[in-house]
């Protein structure tokens, strides 16, 4: 099992010392720790409710052609649609099992009235919503991430594609729901936050292919989370989700499979590309 002192429970009586996983990092605060592995495993280690809030920005399933293409939105001089093996298509089944698999995890871990946050493009976020379904979550808003600079399609074959969907969902239907309503009013300059998320990507200092803009991960983790809650992100990729969350005073467990990512979080968490700064403000705030 995980040896975390982050869990805001007593896991001592849990621990199997034949099964304990060392972090393959963690902030000179203690306050997020990066396991390298596959999420699939490391999820079941964890205690039943123990987790705040989760957000997930699971492979997409999405590369088929293997073409390098030109780019000329600024961003790259090209992209590569085979940009990584985890991003591979996959049939229809094996997509249902993978989401069903790490999905069953989450939920037996995230504490009553807690949510998920899950970031998917039209390759999968269908896959998602049925799974969130037939495990019985209970899902409050799909949320429209709208980038208002996402790159041209370039091959002139489709519609330039501007926008992801955010599925956030409630463990079940038990529990207040974790929502700090008031806060997001408040941000949004008084008035009700819409389902429509816009924002316009940043440029950074590395090189990932999928990363999530800091903007989102603000919004989410102060929409589902307050101060020294425990936030998990099981596929963290640049870890974004713990960059933000450290920002924002929480708690936070990041798994990540690929050893190269994992170099680039501790990198990024220590400040190479720089320190965090909050983009968000409520009424009232200067």
């Known amino acids: 099992m995980i040896d975390t002192n982050l869990l805001a429970v007593d896991c001592a009586k849990e621990l199997d010392n034949k099964h304990i996983v060392n972090p393959f ?8 720790q990066l396991f390298h592995g596959d999420c699939l495993m490391l999820l079941k280690n964890y205690p039943d409710s123990s987790v705040d809030m989760i957000f997930a920005d699971p492979p997409y399933f999405g590369n088929q052609s293997g073409l390098i293409m030109k780019r000329t939105d600024g961003h790259a001089d ?10 591979y298509s996959k049939t229809l089944g094996d997509q249902f099992d993978f989401h069903f698999a790490w999905l069953r995890e989450a939920k037996r871990i995230l504490k009553t009235g807690a949510t998920i946050w899950v970031t998917g493009t039209y390759h999968s976020i ?13 899902i409050l ?3 429209i ?3 208002r600079n996402a790159p041209p399609n370039f091959t002139g074959s489709c519609f330039r594609a501007v926008t992801e969907t955010m599925l956030w969902a409630k463990k079940d239907c038990y529990g207040k729901t974790k929502f700090n309503y008031s806060l997001m009013k408040s941000i949004n300059g008084g008035t009700q936050m819409k389902s429509l998320w816009e924002y316009w990507a940043e440029k950074n200092g590395f090189r990932h292919p999928a990363t999530k803009q800091p903007i989102i991960l603000e919004y989410a983790i102060l929409a589902g989370s307050n101060k020294n809650d425990l936030i998990l992100d099981p596929f963290a990729g640049s870890g974004t989700t713990g960059f933000v ?3 924002l005073g929480r708690r936070c467990i990041l798994i990540e499979k690929e050893l190269s990512y994992c170099e680039l979080i501790k990198e990024r968490l220590e400040g190479k590309y720089g320190e965090f700064r909050r983009k968000t403000k409520t009424e009232g705030q200067v």
């Open 25 to 32: 990092y963690r902030n000179s605060k203690g306050t997020v």
């Open 245 to 247: 969350a450290n920002g």
């Open 126 to 138: 269908g896959v998602v919503n049925v799974v969130l379904q037939d495990l019985e979550f209970k």
């Open 145 to 147: 991430l709208h980038k």
């Open 141 to 143: 808003n799909d949320i």
């Open 78 to 87: 090209s992209f590569n649609t085979q940009k990584a093996q985890w991003a």
